[in-house]
Nanobody, 126 residues
Framework: QVQLVESGGGLVQPGGSLRLSCAGS????????IGWFRQAPGKAREGVLC????????????NYADSVKGRFTISRDNAKNTVYLQMNSLKPEDTAVYYC???????????????WGQGTQVTVSS
């Protein structure tokens, strides 16, 4: 059974940092494109960043959202079967539930994602 479990969310002041983790079980994360998404109250889900599988033709990341460029980065630790979302210079508008997802298409951005986590809340407020 495939599971993606996000963690690391919480309350942070504007300008602060958080690192979210997406731990996979039942799959090898590096075989998949991994995306981070977020959904704020009353808003549609928004793509944040996607990391291609190192087995794909492009072992790199793809930005979905211009609003996070230069502030958020995505990385993986294959030994821990985990993908991270490092979020710096956080703003109140970054407040949302953050989700990770895995796609067997391997290359970002995929047409669809096969597996989703349950989400972790990030609140940016003073």
């Amino acid at each position: 059974q495939v599971q993606l479990v996000e963690s690391g969310g919480g309350l942070v002041q504007p300008g602060g940092s958080l690192r979210l983790s997406c731990a996979g079980s039942g799959l090898i994360m590096d075989y998949y494109a991994i995306g981070w998404f977020r959904q704020a109250p009353g808003k549609a889900r928004e793509g944040v960043l996607c990391l291609s599988s190192s087995l794909s033709s492009s072992d790199g990341s793809t930005n979905y959202a211009d609003s996070v460029k230069g502030r958020f980065t995505i990385s993986r630790d294959n030994a821990k079967n985990t993908v991270y979302l490092q979020m710096n210079s956080l703003k109140p508008e970054d407040t949302a539930v953050y989700y990770c997802a895995a796609s067997g298409e391997r290359l970002c951005p995929p047409y669809e994602y096969d597996y989703w986590g349950q989400g972790t809340q990030v609140t940016v407020s003073s």
